[in-house]
């Protein structure tokens, strides 16, 4: 796990940044994305009298890796939901605090609230945003989960580093649907992860022939990363998957029952699309 600190306030590069890509309606279907613009911007308005955002990465890069002829799902949905993982160590750090320093009132944040995860990580110098729009570290590549401790306690400040990506593209060159649109900008609606997991009608079918087997997620854009090769396994047990689900070929995937759903996805952010979303994700692939 790694951490870094930034002083709470109004995130004043990324407001034009988010307004921008709002209004050009990259974000698709994903409605929820227009909501509480304000509180995106500044902590401040989520948690009262913040001073700090505590921001944390958390591996996810498996040892062992799906079978080579499958469907594919993104490696972060391998193991159990992170939502729940993370929340759990987030306010241990919080109990922690508390003991040691007093009373310290703060929220922890998982994904699950409007908060720029990426932004507050690379203000606070654990990466840079990549041309992919993920956070990248030169030590260990991308596959990291972010979460926010925010907090009504001065700090010592981290300061953000420098980008990395040079004058590569491999991300962009290799991106299945053509969603970064520009270096740094990609267009939700048009990622495979969007497709898969966002959208709830009937995938359009100018898609068809361009998910490259990817049935949840997609991590083309890492898996290309030259950072990714300093990649290493996590040590996070409850991120281990099942070991039905790197042995599943494409007529397992195809033939899967409800029953087997439950069993090899029990506690999965795979079950978001529930077992309707993920079939219908598998039969449009076929």
Not at 126 to 153: C, H, M, P, R
Request: hydrophobic share 35%.
């Amino acid at each position: 796990m790694s951490c870094g600190i930034s002083k709470a306030g109004f995130l004043e590069e990324e407001a034009p940044r988010l307004e921008n890509w709002l209004n050009k309606n990259l974000n698709g279907k994903m409605s929820y994305m227009e909501n509480h613009f304000d509180k995106r911007l500044n902590p401040t308005l989520l948690v009262d009298d913040a001073k700090s955002v505590v921001s944390l990465l958390l591996n996810y890069y498996p040892e062992k890796e799906q079978i080579q002829d499958s469907y594919k799902i993104s490696k972060y949905a391998y193991g159990q939901d992170y939502h729940f993982v993370i929340k759990e160590k987030l306010k241990e750090l919080l109990y922690s605090i508390q003991e040691n320093i007093g009373e310290v009132s703060g929220r922890v944040f998982v994904d699950s609230a409007p908060v720029l995860d990426k932004a507050w990580a690379a203000k606070s110098g654990l990466g840079w945003i990549g041309k992919n729009s993920n956070l990248l570290t030169q030590k260990v590549g991308s596959f990291y989960f972010i979460a926010e401790l925010i907090i009504d306690l001065d700090l010592e400040y981290d300061h953000a580093v420098s980008d990395h990506c040079g004058s590569c593209t491999a991300c962009i060159d290799a991106c299945p649907t053509q969603a970064i649109i520009a270096p740094y900008i990609v267009d939700g609606s048009k990622c495979i992860s969007y497709f898969t997991i966002e959208l709830k009608e009937n995938i359009p079918n100018e898609m068809k022939g361009h998910f490259d087997d990817w049935v949840f997620g997609c991590d083309t854009c890492q898996d290309v990363c030259p950072w990714n090769r300093f990649s290493k396994s996590h040590n996070e047990p409850l991120f281990n998957p099942n070991p039905a689900l790197l042995s599943m070929t494409k007529k397992d995937w195809e033939e899967m029952t409800q029953e087997t759903f439950k069993i090899v996805f029990k506690d999965s952010p795979v079950k978001r699309t529930k077992f309707q979303g993920l079939t219908r994700n598998v039969d449009f692939l076929k």
